[in-house]
């Protein structure tokens, strides 16, 4: 989508502190941090919120997570614990609409989250 700030980061059109790229999925570095790790992990598809997934997104949705998991490990916190969150909508606080998982680590990370 030629409006979406994510698919310009994905086009490189924005630049970013690209963490992983592959042909489905991409992971940046936050631009405003709330951990010591906090990427932002991303289908290359632009789908906008969680309410606009179909049947046949299930597999993307898979690998976002298969990326989080394999991040964490890579910058060392498969043992210490790290949290992967997705935000659907204004009142959950998703800001921007293209379907972004946040993978958080390196603070304690308070529950409930605000
Ligand atoms: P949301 O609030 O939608 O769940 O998360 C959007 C996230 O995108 C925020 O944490 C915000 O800091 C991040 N963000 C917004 N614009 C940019 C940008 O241009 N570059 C990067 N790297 N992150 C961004
Ligand atoms: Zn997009």
């Avoid at 698919?7 to 941090?33: H, L, M, T, W």
């Avoid at 049947?55 to 910058?75: R, S």
Wanted: with cysteine.
């Amino acid at each position: 989508m030629s409006d979406c700030i994510f698919c310009k980061i994905i086009g490189g059109e924005i630049p970013s502190q690209v963490v992983y790229d592959d042909e489905d999925v991409f992971a940046f570095r936050d631009i405003n941090a709330q951990a010591p790790l906090h990427v932002l992990i991303i289908p290359k598809a632009h789908i906008a919120t969680i309410n606009d997934l179909e049947t046949n997104n299930a597999d993307i949705i898979g690998k976002l997570y298969l990326v989080a998991k394999k991040i964490a490990a890579d910058e060392g916190y498969t043992n210490k614990g790290y949290r992967v969150v997705m935000n659907c909508g204004e009142a959950a606080g998703q800001t921007v609409f293209h379907i972004h998982l946040h993978l958080l680590a390196g603070r304690p990370l308070d529950w409930p989250p605000g």
